[in-house]
């Protein structure tokens, strides 16, 4: 099992800037990827950012530049492991609830776990 815990949403000027955090805590090391999706209002969850085991990063193409996904491995033994979403620039359409995704691999698929979410407000 793995628990995710988000923090650090809240409301920022447009322009602004904002981190958000995923304390994973559990089985991680057996996690391959983690990843922050978003759900703008009346709209689908959409991955945002994602870093795996290997530290390799893909973002989407409307947060390229702007956004930097980041990861750290707090204790010896990955007990815990923290994964940060920098927001830079930010726009009237970041605003979404966030949320962190952790998902290890399987033979015949793979398993994720979600955190609960953090709302992100981007307005004047």
């Known amino acids: 099992q793995v628990q995710l815990v988000e923090s650090g949403g809240g409301l920022v000027q447009p322009g602004g800037s904002l981190r958000l955090s995923c304390a994973a805590s559990?089985?991680?090391?057996?996690?391959?990827?983690m990843s922050w999706y978003r759900r703008a209002p009346g709209k689908q969850r959409k991955l945002v950012a994602a870093?795996?085991?290997?530290?390799?990063?893909?973002?989407?193409?409307?947060v390229k530049g702007r956004f930097t996904i980041s990861r750290d491995t707090i204790s010896r033994d990955n007990a815990r492991n923290t994964v940060y979403l920098q927001m830079g620039s930010l726009k009237p359409e970041d605003t979404a609830v966030y949320y962190c995704?952790?998902?290890?691999?399987?033979?015949?698929?793979?398993?994720?776990?979600w955190g609960q979410g953090t709302q992100v407000t981007v307005s004047a």
């Open positions: 995704n952790a998902e290890r691999y399987e033979r015949d698929g793979s398993i994720e776990y």
């Open positions: 559990g089985s991680i090391s057996s996690i391959d990827v």
């Open positions: 870093i795996t085991s290997d530290g390799t990063t893909n973002y989407s193409d409307s």
